[in-house]
Nanobody
Framework: VQLVESGGGSVPVGGSLRLSCTIS????????MAWFRQGPGKEREGVAA????????YYADSVKGRFTISEDNAKNTVYLQMDSLKAGDTAIYYC??????????????????WGRGTQVTVS
């Protein structure tokens, strides 16, 4: 399984970005997709997760109402729409995939597959 993120960049405070994560390979057993981020000097944290096939979505409190996770099954792609961006959202954003029975959505060890990350800078 390979995950490839795209869509990162630099935006002003209050701006928007949409991240994409395309999954390929043998995806049998993958039932949850998530976005994590790691800011400068911070630990990696869960941002949002989606149980694929129209399942539930989850968000960190810090992004609720501003970020939206969604999927396009035809494109094997998960998106993270980020609006009203703040300087504190600056981080490397990682896409993750795992079993729907893997554990808490916002814990690293609940996911088996990871992308290489994409930089988001808000200033």
């Amino acid at each position: 399984v390979q995950l490839v993120e795209s869509g990162g960049g630099s935006v002003p405070v209050g701006g928007s970005l949409r991240l994409s994560c395309t999954i390929s390979g043998y995806t049998h057993g993958v039932g949850v997709m998530a976005w994590f981020r790691q800011g400068p000097g911070k630990e990696r944290e869960g941002v949002a997760a989606l149980f694929t096939g129209g399942g539930n979505t989850y968000y960190a409190d810090s992004v609720k109402g501003r970020f939206t996770i969604s999927e396009d099954n035809a494109k094997n792609t998960v998106y993270l729409q980020m609006d009203s961006l703040k300087a504190g959202d600056t981080a490397i954003y990682y896409c993750a995939a795992g079993s729907p029975y893997g554990g808490d959505w916002n814990k690293d060890d609940s996911y088996t597959y990871w992308g290489r990350g994409t930089q988001v800078t808000v200033s």
